[in-house]
């Protein structure tokens, strides 16, 4: 079958690609393996999507080149998308920090989406697997479960390697390799990370505590600074503040964790001293007591806090405004919400997502080395790059090039 359009993957990316492509006036085929589509939509936002956040810009990304997100981000807003909800009905509200969630169902989004497919005259073959790909003249051939396809333009939105369970495979990346583009290595991005060893043994029973932190990783420009909560776990630290670092920390690093951000426990605990208060007491005014109870069994114990030492105090607090964790990995692609890395960008043209390598051939979304916050980024990462691509087909294969 002859289409001009040929979209592998029916996520968030590719649904909204086809969806526009389509109402530009071409022939657009959306391609899934998955016997449901856009299983990714409907788990996320606890059910309700995080669909976008009024705030984003490329500053709340992470990639090889940070800059490459700037266009698509700037030529599709988060306003845009909106619009798009509203003209489909669908009731939102903004939680903290910009996040957008719809008020009811994430099937709505989805439902959204495949009406916008269904206006454009998309063709869905979903469940159906693309078995091989091969560069043909000016287009390319692919061989499908439902038949041999002829189309002028491919479109690669076939996501990472995150949550296997519903689906994500390493087939973007391992065709994009295979027609020549580099990768940045995959790992997971949005993800808890795990801890072992003697020094986190004194923490190992405090999952299910969660604090305020100021979390930070890395160095030069690829340091990454979050206040959010953190939440220890039974096999280390996730929460919104595990999560967002993830996505920057390397193996063999460590973490730097202020778990009292906005005190200066130095002086405060000196004042303390005043006091016939013990230590524990007095920490358990600033951190969950639990984890003060811990942090004093590591300082010999509980005691009147006016028998302590300035010396000792001022390590008690250095170590609780700057604690360095080494973590020894994460729980990987099964429990990541994203997956960091993927089609390097030097290979893709930023206002187009076009290879510069195979002409004709573009990629949107996860598989592409963009990562988001948690928050809403990604989804308008996907809108974005959809967006982009969607024109850059209509502007090129309307005027016939």
């Known amino acids: ?178 027609l020549g583009h580099r990768l940045v290595e995959p790992r997971p991005g949005l993800v808890p990370l795990t801890c072992t060893g003697p020094d986190w043994s004194r923490f190992e029973h405090l999952a299910g505590v969660s604090l305020p932190v100021r979390i930070e990783a890395g160095s030069g420009t690829g340091r990454a600074v979050f206040a959010e909560d953190l939440l220890f776990t039974h096999r280390g630290l996730s929460g919104p503040a595990g999560l967002q670092i993830s996505t920057y920390w390397r193996n063999g690093e460590a973490l730097a964790i202020d778990l009292a951000p906005d005190e200066d426990l130095d002086r405060s605990l000196t004042a303390a001293k005043a006091t016939r208060r013990k230590l524990g007491a007095v920490l358990a005014d600033r951190l969950p007591r639990r984890l003060a109870e811990a942090w004093i069994t590591a300082a010999e114990g509980d005691r009147p806090i006016a028998e302590m030492r300035d010396r000792e105090l001022a390590v008690l607090a250095s170590g609780l405004n700057r604690w360095t964790v080494v973590p020894d990995g994460t729980e990987g692609f099964r429990k990541a919400e994203v997956t960091a890395g993927g089609v390097d960008t030097r290979d893709l043209d930023s206002r187009s997502l076009e290879s510069r390598v195979v002409p004709g051939l573009h990629f949107i979304g996860e598989v592409v080395d963009v990562t988001g916050w948690l928050g809403g980024y990604n989804f308008q990462w996907a809108w974005a790059s959809a967006a982009a691509c969607a024109r850059a087909l209509g502007a090129g294969l309307l005027h016939g090039a």
């Not at 002859?2 to 029916?10: N, P, T």
């Not at 698509?72 to 306003?79: C, D, E, F, I, V």
């Not at 000016?138 to 439902?146: H, T």
């Open 1 to 178: 079958m002859q289409f001009d359009v040929a979209i592998v993957g029916a996520g968030a990316a590719g649904l909204h690609c086809a969806a526009m492509a389509g109402q530009l006036g071409l022939s657009v085929v959306l391609i899934d393996h998955a016997e449901k589509v856009a299983e990714k939509i409907r788990i996320s936002g606890g059910g309700r999507c995080n669909f976008t956040n009024i705030d984003v810009g490329p500053a709340n990304f992470d990639s090889a080149n940070r800059d490459f997100c700037r266009s698509a981000l700037a030529r599709y807003t988060p306003s845009d998308f909106i619009d798009l909800v509203e003209r489909h009905g669908i009731a939102w509200h903004e939680k903290h920090k910009g996040q957008l969630f719809c008020d009811d169902s994430s099937a709505a989004i989805i439902d959204m989406l495949l009406a916008e497919c269904a206006t454009g005259a998309v063709e869905r073959w979903q469940p159906c697997k693309v078995e091989a790909v091969r560069v043909a003249g000016m287009g390319f051939e692919l061989d499908s479960d439902r038949g041999p396809i002829h189309a002028r333009r491919l479109v690669v939105a076939t996501g990472g390697l995150s949550i296997p369970k519903i689906g994500a495979t390493e087939w973007g990346h391992v065709l994009a390799r295979r």
